[in-house]
């Protein structure tokens, strides 16, 4: 694991190091291993390290409330962040219910902006328009996903890019894809996965990393990211041939798929680390509650992986704390804090 003060000196943790590409043929090549234990194998009673996402989302809020503290106390002012919602999708009013509570303990303030079902895609852009506008709002979210009558990919061009805290606007992602550029905010989900490997000591430069789901909220700028801290990236999706052989041979498999269990055991390769974006609610038959699981079966992954993030508690928190990250950093620009 990285040392809290060298992390803290790297000048930008997030985007990587921007190191040349020198080609260096070499005959002593070194094992190709993880820091966490690729050596490990899945004989009986082996069981992951389970990579849960609290701590790490806990320790990441509290700074931001200090910041937020200190600008209320230095200049009176604090960040504001929009969420428009349209509809009355279950997931979506969950979602915003705990960003609520989120930005709500660290001193965001926050305004959900309600439109119905049936609104049209004008409406909605003059909505996003007025907060685009308006000089008091630092951050602004469209919850996705939107009614399938309003195009998801104007929506999100539309929203201002230095106001973009989901860090989905095109100019942000370009720049994500660019070397030696930089966005004005991170997707929350990339950054997420990110601070959760270099967290827990896991060595990403030079590794192969299978990213299961091309979403643009979640597989596109992950696996850019991932690939400005020099990871070997293979994008799978829906029409990748042999999906199972490419994340077998992975070091560590990152999946956003929406399938609950798509990725068994036998897709991953022993000793890798196993990062469980997926969020599914599959109801009870006999209580008809609702349970929540991942993309991965983790009761098979976990006797095989060396790590292993669990669904829910493993990547979810540390997302949400990097919004409120997101949203802070556009305060402290707006204000010339930074």
């Known amino acids: 694991m990285l040392p809290q003060k060298q992390r803290e000196n790297t000048s930008c943790t997030f985007l990587g190091p921007n190191l040349p590409d020198v080609w260096v043929l070499s005959e002593n090549t070194s094992p190709h291993t993880l820091t966490t234990g ?24 509290l700074k931001v409330a200090e910041e937020i503290s200190r600008m209320k106390s230095e200049i009176g002012k604090f960040p504001k962040l929009v969420m428009v919602l349209v509809g009355d999708r279950r997931d979506s009013h969950r979602l915003i219910d705990v960003k609520l509570e989120a930005c709500e303990k660290v001193g965001i303030e926050i305004v959900v902006s309600k439109l119905p079902e049936n609104c049209t895609q004008k409406e909605l852009l003059d909505v996003v328009s007025s907060f685009n506008d308006d000089k008091n709002v630092h951050g602004i979210v469209v919850q996705l ?10 929506i999100m061009n539309f929203v201002s890019p230095e106001k973009d805290v989901d860090g989905f606007h095109p100019l942000n992602i370009g720049n994500l894809a660019i070397r030696g550029r ?20 896991v060595e990403i430069k030079g590794k192969r990393v299978a990213i299961i789901g091309r979403s643009k909220i979640v597989g596109l700028p992950t696996s850019l990211l991932l690939q400005r801290h ?19 041979e992975a070091d560590i498999v990152v999946t956003y798929v929406g399938i609950a269990n798509i990725v068994r055991g036998n897709w991953i390769k022993k000793g890798a680390v196993v990062i469980d974006m997926g969020y599914n609610e599959i109801k009870d038959p006999n209580n008809e509650e609702f349970q929540s699981t991942g993309d991965v079966c983790f009761e098979e992954a976990v006797k095989v992986a060396s790590a292993i993030t669990p669904v829910p508690g493993g990547i979810g928190p540390i997302i949400i704390s990097m919004l409120l990250s997101n949203t802070l950093d556009s305060a402290k620009r707006a204000f010339g804090m930074f």
């Open 145 to 154: 996903p939107l009614p399938q009558h309003i195009d998801e990919e104007i």
């Open 230 to 248: 020099h990871a070997t990236v293979s994008l799978l999706h829906a029409y990748t041939k042999n999906p199972e052989q490419i994340t077998s």
């Open 38 to 61: 690729s050596s490990q194998s899945a004989d009986d009673g082996h069981s992951a390290t389970i990579l849960e996402g609290t701590s790490i989302a806990t320790e990441i809020k």
């Open 182 to 201: 930089k966005p004005f905010f991170i997707p929350g989900a990339s950054k997420a996965c990110i601070e959760l490997l270099l967290n827990h000591g």
